[in-house]
């Protein structure tokens, strides 16, 4: 049980006061001509009757009605239910190098031979895109040159069967690290979402395109896009991607670099990207309340209606 306006229980304590005013209010002593004392006899014998001793109810019904009053003017409720939603929740592209040498094979954590790259990340990717809950999502691939394989979209199914068939060689070979950036850049230039970000994992250094990746980066910043890098490699410290490139362009832009070696680590990494930018959106709480002020109100009026009643009829003051 909650209040709408808890404040307005303050004026109870009036209602209290009511009968305490009337008790010291002086009483009234009008004189009262009668030609027959046997009324006044009556009147005498009636003192004990129970219209005497009931004569206080009026003023207590008064009083009970001022104290409901007051509660209702206060709101009591009780909630019924709580939803939280985004406040405007998340766009999100992820941009995938596609180049020859993602079809080389991860070292799984247990020994042994794992999946090619690319085969890891679309796994890990895909499965991202399940933690996805109104948000939106694109996809952008880059070897040599840049595609969009899907702008920014709701239908989470879609994205994720265009993950899954994506294959290397649809480009000219190279990793054009900057075009891709600015491919996806591109696809949230007229978001209006709260949250602007950008995933792009590689596993090598740009040696294509003619736009280098830190100008994308000063881009993103300028558009307000926070891009987290992810080098995905055999062995950390392979020298195999340029991760001084890669931080240079997280840390531009208020992202994250993140380095992988393994399928398990490259999850991590997605997991980490979405739960800092789900706790950076605000969300709105509502709650369905169940309202008793109406019913204290109709009690209250009963009260009233009864006292007057009182007055008029079976405690009405002589004559």
């Known amino acids: ?56 109810l009026p003023a207590a019904l008064r009083v009970a009605a001022i104290a409901l009053i007051v509660v209702a003017l206060a709101r009591p409720q009780r909630g019924l239910a709580v939803t939280s939603i985004p406040e405007e929740g998340i766009d999100i592209v992820l941009a995938l190098d596609v180049s020859g040498s993602m079809a080389e094979r991860t070292q799984p954590s247990g020994g042994g031979i794992g999946p090619p790259r690319i085969e890891a990340a679309k796994d890990v990717i895909a499965q991202f895109v399940d933690t996805l809950r109104g948000d939106r999502a694109g996809f952008v691939i880059f070897q040599g040159r840049s595609l969009v394989l899907s702008p920014l979209t709701l239908d989470l199914a879609a994205l994720k069967r265009t993950v899954h068939d994506t294959e290397s060689g649809l480009l000219p070979d190279g990793t054009a690290i900057g075009l891709g950036l600015s491919e996806a850049l591109n696809l949230l230039r007229d978001s209006e979402a709260h949250s602007r970000i950008v995933v792009l994992l590689t596993d090598g250094q740009n040696n294509a395109g ?94 009233l209606i009864s006292e007057a009643a009182l007055r008029a009829t079976l405690l009405r003051r002589f004559p």
């Open 1 to 56: 049980m909650s209040f709408g306006t808890p404040w307005l229980l303050l004026l109870l304590p009036l209602a209290a006061l009511i009968p305490f005013w009337q008790w010291r209010r002086p009483a009234a002593h009008p004189a009262l001509a009668v030609a027959d004392l046997g009324v006044l006899a009556t009147v005498a014998r009636d003192q004990s009757s129970w219209r005497i001793r009931l004569r206080w």
């Open 210 to 303: 003619d736009i280098e990746p830190v100008q994308a980066a000063q881009l993103a910043k300028a558009l307000g896009v926070r891009v987290y890098t992810i080098g995905f490699t055999s062995r950390r410290g392979s020298g195999e991607v340029d991760e001084t490139m890669l931080r240079r362009i997280a840390s531009d832009t208020e992202g994250a670099y993140h380095d992988a070696s393994t399928q398990q680590e490259l999850a991590a990494a997605y997991d980490e990207i979405g739960a800092l930018e789900r706790s950076r959106v605000a969300e709105r709480t509502f709650t369905r309340y169940e309202e008793f002020a109406p019913w204290l109100a109709a009690a209250a009026l009963a009260l």
